[in-house]
């Protein structure tokens, strides 16, 4: 859409963009966008208000509560939870016109397409996030548990502030609290919630450590687009506005200001977080993230643009302000009576909070309302205000948790009205009066600002105000006065107080005391029955209290278990716990007998587990009995076992040749091991001193006949030598060259270095001859930058150091002096005394001639113009000689490995387990091969397990291993290999080397009746470890390590934190020796050490070159260089300027070149700094000392570290200005081509260079121009499986069109084309049966390959196709029709010949994602390998360890998902070891922000999980109950429970996990799945079954015992057994409900989707999941109701038992202010007992609650009624949303929003139409796709397991029958897969 083209509306411009919403909450990492048309109607104007329609009917605490009581009041609560009145939607005022008006033009709910995304995965120790003040304070007040209609509870509303920032914090978050000024005006209509904004800014600066910002006066000026240029956030967090608090204003005005504010930051390009979702683990924190779209957010800000410009409208704050009532007017009154007051300050002891209330105070006295009442009325009341906030510093938090009184049903009349209205004016006063001391400096200085987070509390000034006045009425009656409830302590300084009010007050004003003055009417009789009512039901009975807490603890059974003795005995003994015999207990544990006697099922029966479970594919025991189909089974087993030999040799290379495996027998191994460490000994001795012992004759025979033969060979060799440079005379330079490499490997391998010296200096004459031709060609200096031919220079240098390096001792002095002569040519003088040590002038040159004296000019020409070590920086970074090992070892006849790499072996010779981290590419797997290959070695036991974390990488592994080792002869009914996924199983059990996934080990692991299958393990690999931390399954891979009964192997490229890891598992490894050694269970055939290795490797073997692919007219180049550094900010280099691993990232490592270009600038920007004299690359001492030829890498590394502390000493001298300069200069071509090029296509084409377009439009252009650089293969990375297939059918389109461009150019016509084609036929006909007959070399060829005519030759239009093809493909000449080729796309027969992957793998190109089917993918992985392919377009499948080395990884867009783990992962493709020197790195359609974020962010550190869960218990106690070897399946089940990886640094951490571990046994002892000795029964094994599923696991078999599944499951009639389609729908929806539980965010309702309809942007979907019927939901709630009790108890035993260490909660969580406690402070009993004895009647009892969060009337009770706990519980307790295994049936946000579950479950099983799914339901396309596939899976397993159970005619066993074959066939179909 033109500029001149902005829409109207919102409507108009969907309509055109054709955007369809996208709700999806957790898209699969490779998931794409796929868009549909969107028909809005643009009739319809009307704003969709995105607030859900109801909510929960009795919300668990309701707070929306009266003013006045915490008792059910009147007032009504509307479906919405909003009070009536409380907020006009219909208002027709202008304010509410105008919101309407503007929200026309901002985006719907439904157009913003966030994902739920873990937010500071990426964000960690790389830059800050931003809080939006105003949000973060809207969000707050919005939280449920919050009392806020009582006036503000201040310390309650700081208290969850902290909370929520001190949680961000620990979690390793940074960040900045920005507040805009002009937001102000959006809290002036609430005097409370103005103020809560005040305190809250000020508490932030004054009391926290935390950065608050309040200069910026608003969202769209310059200063916040400064700020955000200045701190490059990663993200900013905000609300949505979707909010019920009664602000005073129309909720379309509050939704739009923040709408508004939304577009403004967008405008900033910063990616946004939405506030409400916000989830917080022990470990991470989840939100809905929504990633900057250039394309989408440019049309968004035009729309809004236009709105404001052109129509002239002004900003919805800007009519908030114009509407708002004045500032205050009487600024100067209170500026004197607060310069009063501050004089006499000092004798405040409440600091500011004093003399701001008693300022309000003074100016509330005066005001016409109260002076036109009852004067005396509002003199009490103020008097009742300011004793409350006195009292505040009297009364600790425990005695200000009340139950407040109704002031409504109060037995005496008082205008309860005036209370509010007077609260109201002070808390408008105290605003401006805290602006005032602001503005005068006051705060922070002069004024003690501790008390700011308590600056009043609205519920003790009600409960004050009903106490006094109650009391006064009494008095009135006997003569006593209310002041008789205070002591002469608290009235003196009240009157205190009151005097000063006096003094600055322009009135008369009676004494403080009495408190009450105005006459107060009381009904005596009313009054006596609530005293009596409020003592009955107080809590301030200590026999009535401890009465409750023994029925609260009473709930627990008893049990006798070891292992819950042997985790948690301590902490049960001490609980109380019901008789054996109690009912309760007896009706809980046989239960599961009643429903056996029922409905016949046998309930106990133990279940086969998910490996019987599995598909075994090859089954030789299940053989078909069918003849015919028996001989294709074995037959494809057959091509199966070929394929898998092909697809293991592509793995491992060219060249490959198996591995001998001869089992040794066990003294053999022993005499090998003394055999090869005497050996090694005898190699130290001989290396020691110099062998001079005379040689005997038998040896000197051996050697004259060993030298004969080498003669001879080497004469032969001279032959050849010479046979070949006599044919090569006439031969190009290119083609000699090759030609000459090939002979020179042979000499290589047939050790004939004179020949070999020979043959390189002809090389090095014809790269002579080129560079001569070149740059007399050429015109200019060889030197001058962008030369073409300084490829041919660095051979030159590169040969010349081969020869010296490799046949030095055989270069006699004429050829020392013809290497020193080229070396001279090229102006490299300075390298000449490395192979002429005595110097001399003369000498020959190349060619052979004499050196003569030549003209400088002559010299200059072939000069490179640099010297030899920044030549060396420069050009030869990647050739430069790694320093490694030269001895051999002979367990590694390969190659010869780095000393890290022995220390692996050594590891598995000793039986130690390891830690390795190392790059990608530095050759850590191999230890793995060798460890594997020992236990083949050592016997045909022992199992190795190779653990990976995808199934892709298992299928690689599974083939290498093949590849490898089959040829070891195994015992009948064994195999070398196996593989288990949960999609199929082949040979799992039966092998010796297992292949399989973390889950699948765990299943086996945790398997009762799998030990004796465990105790054969040898060793467990480990593959990409660092997944521990990843979001989904990490705890697997924590459970594993703990679990395993052996030595390990953990590899990973990606670990921050391995020293932490180390130490955890070593500390593991030492309990399970100990546990060991108790049992005497120790294998002394096979003894294990119990050590614990780390071995860190830090160096990449390949340097990676990063470039921008920036395309621009005027530049040539449109592979821009970046340099590492220029994505750094001085705030990151300031920030970890003392941090131990260094200022610098410690992934962002430079090549010699960008070190060399580092220092050249530090130089341009201080070139008189002494100190860089030293570095220059001439002078620097390392170099200048080196003795060989060419710098090592070492030495380059070395250099770039001094570069590094040069810089950083610039820092500490404070030379900031100059670091930004040097950062700015290394960027600065960088950014100018990038705005260039942003301009171009933006002016020409409308195409954003960050946007989808940009990719599909330049796609060709850049692989056109790494072909053209020398590139390729390059994989090309996208997180959107939809867009790469797109990608790559663009590119055969393009290509496509080029070639019949260029056929034409060449004159081919279809005519010669249709001729040509045929007669290539025959002849690759032709040539077919010459091979044919070669291969069977019997007889006398009938057709010689001489006679068949060469395609050339056929016609010259053949040769044109070829060459035009040739040039528009990715393939490889002579490859694209190879017989490889051919044989690989058999593979793929069962595709169309038009099909895109087809048609993309001609041309060279290829997709691979997770939806294609194993042979197209393995297809693409091995024409890749072999380089049939040269560029592969792929999703993350391709990232975790997949062998496919290429040259350049590409990244194609951003993703939400690609952060720094992922990029580290996927760029480690690029430059692997032995293939490519160096790596390159394009960013393609990259925003600059998320590139910088990428490489300066460091890996996450691994925290660890938190670690149980009841399904996990259940394993546990299965395990140890029915294992076959018990004392080894105790001590793994200890050892897991006692030893997870979080409380490893938290030690105290262990207190609460052993209280949970009772928990959830007492849980499932409720559910009848334990008895009282802990032994399962009853259905724990299905509920083990679906263990991945908790708690849903749990619901379903709790619906089964209470017979809910047979009362719905009927047939149709009594003699049929087929269910309804009304049957089957309402299982898949209750199933839906429990196991596809996909939640949408809050703004989609029904309405919202009512209106999508409308529109006709939904066509089968339904999109909103429907609730549960009656009975189904009506039993969950129930089960629910017991499960929240049981937790409850659980918590209040937790707080209990860790009172004694966490002593009473009176400190903040991040400003540590401390409160009164029960203990100190309390106001003296003697001097105030009235008042005490008071209080404590309705004073609120509490143990898990938070002190704070009761001063808003929350209790123990409440807060297990309520759904958002976490942030209630008091600090010190552990929880989160999972801890305990509640179903919610409907989940809210934090602000009780309703989020609704996405129905695609039950759409697909109605319209059975997977494009629906993805149109309609928003899935995203692999998200979609393994979500069905999961749920199809689930009800797979629910029928397996119920056959099992049930009997075969039971009616629900007989429903899930029918039910899985109708879902899988319509899964099966929509797939093409075979049911």
Same mark, same amino acid.
């Given at each position: 859409?033109?500029?001149s083209? !902005?829409p109207?509306?919102?409507?108009e411009?969907?309509?055109e963009?054709?955007e369809?919403p996208?709700?999806?909450?957790?898209?699969?990492t490779?998931?794409a966008?796929?868009?549909?048309?969107?028909?809005?109607?643009?009739?319809d104007?009307?704003?969709?208000?995105?607030e859900?329609?109801?909510?929960p009917t009795?919300?668990?605490?309701?707070s929306?509560r009266?003013?006045?009581s915490?008792?059910?009041?009147?007032?009504?609560?509307?479906?919405?939870g909003e009070?009536?009145?409380?907020?006009?939607?219909?208002?027709?005022?202008e304010?509410?016109?105008?919101?309407?008006?503007?929200l026309r033009?901002l985006?719907a709910?439904?157009?913003?397409?966030p994902?739920?995304?873990?937010?500071?995965?990426?964000?960690?120790?790389?830059?800050?996030f931003?809080?939006?003040?105003?949000?973060?304070?809207l969000?707050?007040l919005?939280?449920?548990?919050l009392?806020?209609?009582?006036?503000?509870?201040?310390?309650?509303?700081?208290?969850?502030?902290e909370?929520f920032?001190h949680?961000?914090q620990?979690l390793?978050?940074?960040f900045?609290i920005v507040?805009?000024g002009?937001?102000?005006?959006?809290w002036?209509?609430c005097?409370?919630?103005?103020?809560?904004?005040e305190?809250?800014?000020?508490h932030?600066?004054q009391?926290?450590?935390y950065t608050?910002?309040t200069?910026i006066?608003?969202?769209?000026?310059?200063?916040w687009?400064?700020?955000?240029?200045?701190?490059?956030?990663?993200f900013?967090?905000?609300s949505?506005g979707n909010q019920?608090?009664?602000?005073?204003?129309?909720?379309?005005?509050?939704v739009?200001v923040?709408k508004?504010?939304f577009?403004h930051?967008l405008?900033?390009?910063?990616?946004?977080v939405?506030?409400?979702?916000?989830?917080?683990t022990?470990?991470?924190?989840f939100g809905f993230?929504l990633?900057y779209?250039?394309?989408?957010m440019i049309?968004w800000l035009?729309?809004?643009?236009?709105?404001r410009?052109?129509?002239?409208?002004p900003?919805?704050?800007?009519?908030?302000q114009q509407?708002a009532t004045e500032? #205050?007017t009487?600024?100067?009154?209170?500026r004197a009576k607060?310069?009063?007051?501050m004089s006499?300050?000092?004798?405040?002891?409440?600091g500011?909070?004093?003399?701001?209330?008693v300022?309000?105070c003074?100016?509330?006295?005066?005001q016409?309302v109260?002076?036109?009442?009852?004067p005396?009325?509002?003199?009490?009341?103020?008097?009742?205000f300011l004793?409350?906030?006195m009292?505040?510093?009297?009364?600790?938090?425990?005695?200000?948790?009340q139950?407040?009184?109704d002031?409504?049903?109060a037995p005496?009349?008082f205008?309860v009205e005036l209370?509010?209205?007077?609260?109201?004016?002070?808390?408008?006063?105290?605003? $401006?009066?805290l602006?005032?001391?602001?503005?005068?400096?006051y705060?922070?200085h002069?004024?003690?600002?501790?008390?700011?987070s308590?600056?009043?509390?609205?519920?003790?000034?009600l409960?004050l105000s009903?106490l006094?006045?109650?009391?006064?009425?009494?008095?009135?009656?006997?003569?006593n006065s209310c002041?008789?409830l205070?002591?002469e302590?608290?009235?003196?300084?009240?009157?205190?107080l009151w005097?000063i009010?006096?003094d600055?007050s322009?009135s008369?004003?009676?004494?403080a005391?009495?408190?009450i003055?105005?006459p107060?009417?009381?009904?005596?009789?009313l009054?006596?029955?609530?005293e009596?009512d409020?003592?009955?039901?107080?809590?301030?009975?200590p026999d009535k209290?401890?009465?409750?807490r023994?029925n609260?603890k009473?709930a627990?059974?008893?049990?006798?278990?070891?292992?819950?003795?042997?985790?948690a005995?301590?902490?049960?003994?001490?609980l109380p716990?019901?008789?054996?015999t109690d009912?309760?207990?007896?009706?809980?544990?046989?239960?599961?007998e009643?429903f056996d006697?029922t409905?016949?099922?046998?309930?106990?029966?133990?279940l086969?587990d998910d490996?019987d479970?599995t598909?075994d594919t090859?089954?030789?025991?299940?053989l078909?009995?069918d003849?015919w189909?028996?001989?294709?089974?074995?037959?494809?087993?057959q091509?199966?076992?070929?394929h898998?030999?092909?697809?293991g040799?592509?793995?491992?290379?060219?060249g490959f040749?198996?591995?001998?495996?001869?089992v040794?027998?066990?003294?053999?191994q022993k005499?090998?091991?003394?055999?090869?460490?005497?050996?090694?000994?005898?190699?130290m001795?001989k290396?020691?001193?110099?062998?001079?012992v005379k040689?005997s004759?038998?040896?000197l025979?051996?050697?004259?006949?060993?030298?004969?033969?080498e003669e001879?060979k080497?004469?032969?060799?001279?032959?050849?030598?010479?046979?070949?440079?006599t044919s090569?005379?006439?031969s190009k330079a290119v083609k000699?060259i090759?030609?000459?490499?090939r002979?020179?490997?042979?000499?290589?391998r047939?050790?004939?270095?004179?020949v070999a010296?020979?043959?390189?200096?002809?090389?090095?004459?014809?790269?002579?001859?080129?560079?001569?031709e070149?740059c007399?060609?050429?015109g200019?200096?060889?030197g001058?930058?962008?030369?073409?031919n300084?490829?041919t220079a660095v051979?030159?240098?590169?040969?010349?150091?081969?020869?010296?390096?490799?046949?030095?001792?055989h270069?006699?002095?004429?050829?020392?002096?013809?290497?020193?002569?080229?070396?001279?040519?090229?102006?490299l003088s300075d390298?000449?005394?490395?192979?002429?040590?005595?110097?001399?002038?003369?000498g020959?040159?190349a060619?052979g001639s004499k050196t003569?004296k030549k003209?400088?000019?002559?010299?200059?020409?072939?000069?490179?113009?640099?010297?030899s070590n920044r030549?060396?920086?420069?050009?030869?970074?990647?050739?430069?000689?790694?320093?490694?090992?030269?001895?051999p070892?002979p367990r590694?006849?390969?190659?010869i490995?780095?000393?890290?790499?022995?220390e692996?072996?050594?590891?598995?010779?000793?039986?130690e387990?390891?830690l390795?981290?190392a790059?990608?590419s530095s050759?850590?797997?191999?230890?793995?091969?060798?460890c594997?290959?020992?236990?083949?070695?050592?016997?045909?036991?022992?199992?190795?397990?190779?653990?990976?974390?995808?199934?892709a990488?298992?299928?690689q592994v599974?083939? !290498?291993v093949?590849?490898?080792?089959?040829?070891k002869?195994?015992? $009948?009914?064994?195999s070398?290999y196996?593989?288990?996924t949960?999609?199929?199983?082949?040979n799992?059990?039966?092998?010796?080397?297992?292949?399989?996934?973390?889950?699948?080990?765990?299943?086996l692991?945790?398997?009762?009746?799998?030990?004796?299958w465990a105790?054969?393990?040898?060793?467990?690999?480990?593959?990409?470890?660092?997944?521990?931390g990843?979001e989904?399954?990490a705890e697997?891979?924590?459970?594993?390590?703990?679990?395993?009964? #052996?030595?390990?192997?953990?590899?990973?490229?990606t670990?921050s934190n391995?020293?932490?890891?180390?130490?955890?598992?070593q500390?593991a490894?030492?309990?399970?020796?100990q546990?060991d050694g108790?049992?005497?269970?120790?294998?002394?055939?096979q003894?294990q050490?119990?050590?614990?290795?780390?071995?860190?490797?830090?160096?990449?073997?390949?340097?990676?070159?990063?470039?921008?692919?920036?395309?621009?007219?005027?530049?040539?180049?449109?592979l821009?260089p970046?340099?590492?550094?220029s994505?750094?900010?001085?705030?990151?280099?300031?920030?970890?300027l003392?941090n131990?691993?260094?200022?610098?990232p410690?992934?962002?490592?430079l090549?010699?070149?960008e070190?060399?270009?580092?220092? $050249?600038?530090?130089t341009?920007v201080?070139?008189?700094?002494d100190?860089?004299?030293?570095?220059?690359?001439?002078?620097?001492?390392d170099?200048?000392?080196?003795d060989?030829?060419?710098?090592t890498?070492?030495?380059?590394?070395k250099?770039?570290a001094?570069?590094?502390?040069?810089?950083?000493?610039?820092?500490?001298?404070?030379q900031?200005?100059?670091?930004?300069s040097?950062?700015?200069?290394?960027?600065?071509?960088m950014e100018?081509?990038q705005?260039t090029?942003?301009?171009?296509?933006?002016?020409?084409?409308?195409?954003?260079?960050?946007?989808?377009t940009f990719?599909?439009?330049?796609?060709v252009?850049?692989l056109?121009k790494?072909k053209?650089?020398?590139?390729l293969?390059?994989?090309v990375?996208s997180f959107?499986r939809?867009?790469?297939?797109?990608?790559?059918h663009?590119v055969?389109?393009?290509l496509s069109e080029?070639?019949?461009? !260029?056929?034409?150019?060449l004159?081919?016509?279809?005519?010669?084309?249709k001729?040509?084609?045929?007669?290539?036929r025959k002849?690759e006909k032709?040539?077919?049966?010459?091979?044919d007959k070669d291969?069977?070399?019997s007889?006398?060829?009938?057709l010689?390959?001489k006679?068949?005519p060469?395609?050339?030759?056929?016609?010259?239009d053949?040769?044109?196709m070829?060459r035009?093809?040739?040039?528009?493909?990715?393939?490889?000449?002579?490859?694209?029709s190879?017989?490889?080729?051919?044989?690989y796309?058999?593979?793929l027969n069962?595709?169309?010949?038009?099909?895109?992957?087809?048609?993309?793998?001609?041309?060279?190109?290829a997709?691979?994602h997770?939806?294609?089917?194993?042979?197209?993918?393995?297809?693409?992985e091995?024409?890749?390998?072999?380089?049939?392919?040269?560029v592969v377009?792929?999703?993350?499948?391709?990232?975790?360890?997949?062998?496919m080395?290429?040259?350049?990884?590409?990244?194609?867009?951003?993703?939400?998902?690609?952060?720094?783990?992922?990029?580290?992962?996927m760029?480690?493709?690029?430059?692997?070891r032995g293939?490519?020197?160096?790596?390159?790195?394009v960013?393609?359609g990259?925003?600059r922000?998320?590139?910088n974020?990428?490489?300066a962010?460091n890996?996450?550190c691994?925290?660890g999980?938190?670690?149980?869960t009841?399904s996990?218990?259940?394993r546990?106690?299965l395990l140890?109950a029915r294992?076959?070897?018990?004392?080894d399946?105790?001590?793994?089940?200890l050892?897991?429970?006692?030893h997870?990886f979080?409380?490893?640094?938290?030690?105290?951490?262990?207190d609460?996990?052993q209280?949970?571990?009772?928990f959830?046994v007492?849980?499932?002892?409720?559910?009848?799945?334990?008895?009282?000795?802990?032994?399962?029964?009853?259905m724990?094994?299905?509920?083990?079954h679906?263990?991945?599923h908790?708690?849903?696991n749990?619901?379903l078999v709790?619906l089964?015992?209470?017979g809910i599944?047979h009362?719905?499951c009927?047939?149709?009639?009594?003699?049929?057994?087929e269910?309804?389609?009304?049957v089957?729908?309402?299982?898949?929806?209750?199933?839906?409900?429990l196991?596809?539980r996909?939640?949408m965010?809050a703004?989609?309702t029904?309405e919202?989707?009512?209106?999508?309809?409308q529109?006709?942007e939904l066509?089968?979907s339904?999109?909103?999941?429907?609730?549960?019927?009656?009975?189904?939901?009506?039993?969950?709630?129930?089960?629910?109701?017991q499960?929240?009790?049981?937790?409850?108890?659980?918590?209040?035993?937790?707080?209990?038992?860790l009172?004694p260490?966490?002593g009473?909660e009176?400190?903040?969580?991040?400003?540590?202010?401390?409160?009164?406690?029960?203990?100190?402070g309390?106001?003296?009993?003697d001097s105030?007992?009235?008042l005490?004895?008071?209080?404590?009647k309705?004073?609120?009892?509490?143990?898990v609650?938070s002190?704070f969060?009761?001063?808003s009337g929350?209790?123990?009770?409440k807060l297990?009624?309520?759904e958002?706990?976490?942030?209630s519980?008091r600090?010190?307790?552990?929880?989160?949303?999972d801890s305990?295994?509640v179903?919610?049936l409907?989940k809210?946000?934090?602000?009780g929003?309703?989020?609704?579950l996405?129905?695609?479950a039950? $759409?697909?099983f109605?319209?059975?139409?997977y494009?629906?799914?993805?149109?309609?339901?928003g899935?995203r396309?692999?998200f979609?796709?393994?979500?069905l596939k999961?749920?199809?899976?689930t009800i797979?397993s629910?029928?397996t397991?119920l056959?099992q159970?049930?009997?075969e005619?039971?009616?629900?066993v007989r429903?899930?029958?029918?039910?899985?074959q109708?879902y899988?066939?319509a899964?099966?179909?929509a797939?093409?897969?075979e049911?």
């Open positions: 859409m033109a500029e083209e !902005t109207d509306s919102w409507e411009l969907d309509e963009t054709g369809a996208d709700i999806s909450n957790d898209a699969a490779d998931a966008d796929v868009e549909t048309p969107d028909t809005a109607d643009s009739s104007d009307s704003y969709v208000d995105p859900e329609a109801a909510r009795s919300p668990p605490f309701d929306q009266r003013l006045s915490d008792e059910e009041s009147d007032t009504t609560v509307s479906e919405s009070s009536d009145g409380a907020m006009e939607d219909g208002d027709d005022s304010i509410s016109s105008v919101a309407k008006m503007c033009h985006p709910d439904n157009y913003i397409k994902q739920w995304v873990s937010l500071l995965h990426d964000f960690v120790d790389s830059e800050l931003i809080i939006d003040g105003d949000s973060l304070l969000e707050l919005s939280e449920v548990n009392d806020w209609v009582s006036g503000g509870q201040y310390l309650h509303f700081i208290f969850l502030l909370r920032l949680t961000f620990q390793g978050g940074i900045h507040f805009f002009d937001m102000r005006v959006l002036a209509g005097p409370s919630m103005s103020l809560a904004r305190v809250m800014i000020l932030l600066q009391n926290t450590p608050v910002t200069y006066p608003s969202a769209d000026s310059q200063d687009i400064q700020y955000l240029q200045k701190n490059r956030p990663a900013v967090a905000l949505d019920n608090l009664p602000l005073g204003l129309p909720k379309d005005v509050v739009a923040f508004t504010l577009l930051v405008r900033g390009r910063v990616n946004c939405f506030m409400s979702e916000i989830e917080h022990a470990t991470k924190a993230y990633e779209y250039p394309h989408k049309k035009k729309t809004y643009s236009k709105y410009n052109e129509g002239q409208h900003s919805m704050l800007s009519v908030l509407n500032e #205050c009487d600024a100067e009154q209170l607060l310069l009063k007051v006499q300050g000092s004798s405040l002891p409440g500011i909070r004093d003399i701001v209330v300022v309000a003074s100016q509330v006295l005066e016409p109260l002076t036109a009442a009852d005396q009325v509002g003199q009490d009341i103020v008097r009742l004793l409350h906030v009292l505040l510093r009297h009364l600790s938090l425990k005695q200000r948790a139950r407040l009184r002031l409504n049903k005496f009349s205008p209370l509010s209205t007077v609260r109201d004016q002070v808390q408008v006063y105290m605003v $401006d009066i602006n005032e001391c602001s503005k005068l400096g705060i922070g002069e004024m003690d600002t501790k008390f700011l308590d600056i009043m509390d609205g519920r003790l000034f409960q009903y006094f006045l109650d009391a006064h009425s009494r008095g009135q009656q006997s003569g002041a008789c205070l002591s302590d608290l009235c003196s300084e009240l009157e205190e005097a009010v006096t600055i322009q008369e004003l009676n004494p005391i009495p408190v003055v105005s107060v009417g009381r009904e005596d009789q009054g006596d029955q609530l009596q409020a003592d009955a039901d107080g809590f301030s009975l209290l401890k009465a409750l023994t609260t009473a627990f059974f008893p049990v006798s278990n070891e292992l819950v003795d042997a985790f005995g301590s902490v049960n003994d001490c716990h019901l008789d054996r009912r309760q207990v007896t009706a809980a544990i046989t239960e599961n009643d006697e409905y016949h099922w046998h309930s106990g029966k133990p086969a490996y479970n598909k090859f089954n030789l025991e299940q078909p009995a003849k189909e028996r001989r294709m089974f074995l037959k494809g087993k091509k199966f076992s070929r898998m030999q092909s697809y040799e592509s793995l491992e290379g060219p040749r198996k591995v001998p495996i001869v040794r027998q066990k003294a053999d005499q090998e091991e003394k055999e090869r460490k005497k050996k090694e000994r005898q190699e001795a290396t020691a001193k110099q062998k001079t040689k004759k038998k040896d025979i051996i050697e004259a006949r060993m030298k004969k033969e001879a080497t004469s032969q060799m001279l032959q050849q030598w010479q046979t070949l440079k090569l005379k006439t000699s090759q030609e000459l490499e002979f020179l490997e042979r000499c290589n047939e050790q004939v270095p004179q010296t020979q043959v390189q200096l002809a090389i090095l004459q014809h790269l002579v001859d080129m560079w001569k070149h007399s060609k050429g200019g200096k060889a001058e930058s962008g030369h073409p300084m490829k051979d030159i240098v590169k040969t010349v150091s081969d020869i010296v390096d490799k046949y030095g001792q270069l006699d002095p004429q050829q020392r002096q013809e290497l020193a002569g080229v070396l001279r040519l090229l102006g390298m000449v005394p490395y192979i002429l040590p005595e110097g001399g002038e003369g020959l040159l060619d003569k003209p400088a000019e002559d010299l200059r020409k072939y000069s490179v113009q640099m010297s030549f060396q920086l420069q050009h030869m970074g990647h050739l430069l000689k790694r320093e490694g090992r030269e001895d070892d590694v006849p390969q190659f490995p780095d000393t890290w790499q022995r692996l072996l050594d590891a598995v010779d000793n039986n387990s390891a390795i981290v790059p990608t050759g850590k797997t191999y230890a793995s091969y060798y594997m290959e020992k236990v083949l070695r050592d016997g045909d036991d022992g199992v190795v397990v190779y653990v990976s974390p995808t199934k990488l298992v299928n599974a083939a !290498t093949y590849a490898r080792f089959s040829n002869t195994m015992p $009948d009914g064994m070398v196996g593989v288990f949960r999609d199929y199983r082949h799992a059990l039966n092998c010796q080397i297992l292949v399989t996934v973390p889950q699948c080990l765990e299943i692991l945790l398997a009762p009746h799998r030990q004796k105790q054969k393990i040898r060793y467990v690999i480990f593959d990409e470890v660092h997944c521990m990843s989904i399954g697997v891979w924590e459970h594993l390590l703990l679990l395993i009964p #052996c030595p390990f192997l953990a590899l990973s490229a670990i391995p020293h932490d890891l180390q130490s955890w598992l500390s490894k030492d309990f399970q020796k546990l108790q049992a005497s269970r120790k294998n002394k055939a003894p050490s119990y050590n614990v290795r780390l071995v860190v490797y830090g160096e990449r073997y390949s340097d990676l070159e990063k470039y921008i692919y920036l395309p621009c007219k005027d530049s040539p180049n449109s821009v970046m340099h590492p550094y994505v750094l900010t001085l705030k990151q280099l300031q920030d970890n003392d131990p691993d260094g200022a610098f410690r992934d962002l490592t090549s010699p070149r070190t060399l270009q580092l220092y $050249d600038t530090m341009r201080w070139p008189e700094r100190s860089l004299k030293a570095l220059e690359a001439d002078a620097y001492r170099f200048a000392t080196r060989q030829l060419l710098i890498k070492a030495q380059a590394r250099y770039e001094d570069l590094k502390s040069e810089l950083v000493m610039w820092l500490k001298e404070h900031e200005q100059k670091v930004c040097v950062i700015g200069v290394l960027k600065s071509h100018r081509q705005s090029s942003a301009k171009e296509f933006d002016e020409k084409h409308c195409i954003d260079i960050t946007g989808k990719l599909e439009d330049q796609t252009d850049l056109n790494l053209q650089e020398d590139k293969p390059a994989l990375f959107d939809g867009l790469i297939q797109k990608l790559v663009i055969d389109v393009k080029m070639e019949m461009e !260029t056929r034409e150019s004159g081919v016509t279809q005519a010669s084309i001729k040509d084609l045929s007669m290539m002849v032709r040539e077919k049966r010459v091979r291969q069977k070399a007889g006398k060829n009938i010689e390959a006679d068949v060469d395609a050339e030759q056929v016609n010259q053949a040769a044109n070829r035009a093809f040739l040039k528009h493909s990715f393939v490889s000449e002579g490859l694209h190879s017989e490889d080729l051919e044989k796309q058999r593979r069962f595709l169309s010949d038009g099909h895109l992957l087809k048609r993309g793998i001609r041309r060279g190109i997709y691979h997770a939806g294609m089917n194993a042979k197209e993918r393995q297809a693409v091995t024409m890749f390998r072999n380089k049939h392919l040269k377009v792929a999703t993350t499948t391709l990232a975790l360890g997949i062998h080395p290429c040259k350049t990884v590409v990244f194609a867009g951003d993703s939400v998902y690609l952060d720094a783990l992922e990029y580290r992962q760029s480690g493709r690029a430059g692997r293939f490519d020197p160096v790596g390159n790195v960013f393609f990259l925003p922000p998320k590139i974020r990428l490489l962010a890996v996450p691994l925290t999980n938190y670690p149980l009841s996990l218990v259940l546990l106690m140890t294992g076959d070897d018990k004392t399946a105790f001590n793994r089940a050892n897991l429970l006692k997870p979080l409380s490893h640094n938290k030690p105290h951490f262990q609460q996990l209280h949970h571990f009772l959830s007492q849980f499932l002892m409720r559910q009848g799945l334990l008895d009282l000795e802990g032994t399962p029964q009853g724990a094994g299905l509920a083990s679906l263990h991945y908790e708690p849903s749990f619901v709790w089964l015992q209470k599944f009362k719905i009927v047939p149709k009639d009594d003699s049929s057994n269910f309804s389609d009304e089957l729908r309402q299982l898949v929806l209750i199933l839906a409900n196991f596809g996909e939640f965010p703004f989609f029904p919202t989707v009512k209106n999508m309809q529109r006709k066509s089968q339904k999109l909103i999941l429907e609730d549960l019927p009656e009975l189904v939901s009506s039993s969950i709630n129930e089960y629910n109701q499960t929240r009790k049981l937790f409850h108890s659980y918590l209040c035993t937790v707080a209990e038992a009172a260490r966490l009473q009176t400190s903040l969580p991040a400003s540590q202010i401390e409160f009164l406690s029960a203990d100190t309390v106001l003296s009993a105030s007992q009235a005490l004895t008071k209080l404590q309705s004073q609120i009892h509490y143990s609650v002190s969060a009761s001063l929350l209790d123990d009770d297990q009624e309520s958002n706990m976490f942030e519980v600090q010190g307790l552990y929880m989160d949303r305990a295994p179903f919610p409907m809210h946000d934090r602000r929003r309703r989020q609704y996405n129905s695609y039950l $759409d697909f109605k319209h059975q139409c494009q629906a799914i993805i149109d309609d339901n899935l396309t692999g979609a796709y393994q979500a999961d749920f199809n899976m797979k629910i029928h397991a056959e159970l049930g009997y005619e039971d009616n629900v429903a899930f029958k029918q039910l899985r109708k899988n066939e899964f099966c179909n797939f093409s897969y049911k």
